[in-house]
């Protein structure tokens, strides 16, 4: 494999191994043409889709689920909802999946 500095080539080339990444492509190919095939195809034998995907999901971290919020309409207050954080339902509350009011400010 012969390549220019870009994301993607750079973190799979092994310069003198598998290939080669220079600025210069027509310098890169010259270099990257050494390479043998059984030092090519060992470094990259364990690139599969499975480990490709085991590598994913180890960096996948949870997040908060995004339960929705019903606001009433209250003809007082027409427009947007404003309250201090402290005012908010808590985390557990809306875990809990039942219907909370938001207070109107």
Do not use: W
């Not at 080539?9 to 270099?31: F, M, Q, T, W, Y």
């Amino acid at each position: 494999m012969a390549s220019v500095p870009a994301p993607g080539p750079i973190d799979l080339i092994k310069e003198g191994v598998n290939g080669a990444v220079d600025n210069d492509l027509h310098s890169a190919c010259l270099r990257a043409i050494r390479c043998t095939r059984q030092r090519t195809r060992d470094s990259v034998v364990g690139r599969t889709l499975r480990a490709g995907h085991d590598l994913f999901r180890s960096q996948l971290v949870p997040v908060m689920p995004q339960i929705p919020i019903l606001v009433p309409e209250h003809p007082a207050h027409p427009g947007p909802i404003s309250a201090s954080p402290d005012s908010l339902p808590s985390h557990e509350e809306l875990s809990r999946g039942e219907e909370v009011a938001l207070p109107y400010g």
